[in-house]
């Protein structure tokens, strides 16, 4: 009991429930199976990106360009829709994965062959993604009536009484997990993330590896892009401006150390629904925005002291075992 006690996951997962209590408190329907679905759903975009980033995150590095590229490859995927009805959802959700995954590619590209650090990459592409979603669109909008009804309807169908959306999310969830804890590539993440020297001497090529991660990133910006313009039926240059805060958020709230090498997909899933159940309650309690977002803040701030007081006391018991060798 002590041993499971241990994973940061539970103690989230405890914190999430105590939350949802305390909000049925003010709002008895908030805990309804119905309502909890619906927040999972409106959560599914945010708990896909939160799974690129980690990967990332975990090998030392940042993508501050996901919400750039969900941005550019949304506007790629709304105006063919536009202009070319007749393509097949598929095949529109194929074309976002490559386009993100070419733009995830260059970012990994230039911090593995040019050894620039990837905050500083990063940095310099979200503002090339998003100037070249207004080169593209000629700072233009997609809306709905230029959307077909498939690409507007395919996310919000349901299959067993569950939109779509949540469907693909399940379905991320399910291949990060299996990546990160069935794969060779999901150990030499975590390797690098612990020790990059030693990885080398392991065998691992840490750059090639660093530009994987970021071509993972990019399909899954790529994906969120298609995803989050068919939900919210609108294409701009304004699309998720700042939403690269959030996803990082998530992941931190979630126990993924941004120091690299600790963290899991269950805990980037939980921190993202952590703040997608504050961002529902609190306005349907009546909370201003602003307390909204100094509650976020606090939040982030919370789980970095105890992720750093986590990782301080994994360092104690090193030191303490050598002390008695």
Same mark, same amino acid.
């Given at each position: 009991m002590k041993a499971f006690l241990k994973y940061r996951e539970i103690w989230l997962l405890a914190a999430i429930i105590v939350l949802i209590g305390l909000i049925s408190t003010r709002f008895p329907a908030f805990a309804d199976p119905g309502n909890l679905r619906q927040v999972f759903n409106d959560t599914s975009i945010l708990m896909i990106l939160a799974l690129g980033q980690m990967v990332v995150i975990l090998t030392r590095s940042i993508d501050l360009s996901m919400a750039s590229n969900l941005c550019f490859t949304g506007m790629v995927v709304a105006m063919l829709n536009a202009a070319h009805p007749a393509i097949p959802i598929p095949l529109l959700i194929v074309i976002a994965l490559l386009v993100g995954l070419v733009l995830g590619a260059i970012n990994g590209l230039l911090v593995w062959r040019l050894n620039i650090p990837s905050i500083v990459v990063t940095l310099g592409t979200l503002t090339i993604y998003r100037g070249a979603t207004f080169v593209l669109s000629g700072g233009a909008w997609v809306n709905a009536d230029k959307m077909s009804p498939d690409f507007i309807g395919f996310q919000r169908a349901a299959f067993l009484g569950i939109p779509v959306l949540s469907w693909i999310a399940i379905l991320v969830i399910a291949l990060f997990f299996i990546l990160m804890t069935r794969t060779a590539l999901g150990r030499s993440i975590y390797a690098i993330g612990v020790n990059p020297t030693a990885s080398v001497y392991a065998g691992i090529d840490v750059g090639r590896t660093k530009f994987i991660v970021f071509c993972i990133s990019g399909m899954i910006g790529g994906l969120s892009g298609y995803l989050w313009i068919s939900r919210y039926v609108i294409a701009s240059v304004e699309v998720a401006n700042g939403y690269e805060l959030n996803i990082i958020a998530a992941c931190v709230i979630g126990g993924i150390s %941004?120091?690299?090498?600790?963290?899991?997909?269950?805990?980037?899933?939980?921190?993202a629904l952590f703040l997608? =159940? %504050?961002?529902?309650?609190? &306005?349907? =309690?009546?909370?201003? &925005?602003?307390?909204?977002?100094? %509650?976020?803040?606090?939040? =982030?701030?919370?789980?970095?002291?105890?992720?750093?007081?986590?990782? !301080? !006391?994994?360092? !104690?018991i090193i030191l303490r075992k050598v002390e008695a060798a």
């Open positions: %941004i120091a690299g090498g600790i963290g899991s997909a269950g805990g980037a899933v939980l921190g997608g =159940i %504050i961002s529902n309650a609190l &306005p349907v =309690i009546n909370i201003s &925005p602003f307390w909204q977002m100094a %509650i976020s803040g606090s939040a =982030i701030i919370l789980a970095v002291v105890l992720n750093a007081r986590g990782e !301080r !006391r994994q360092g !104690r």
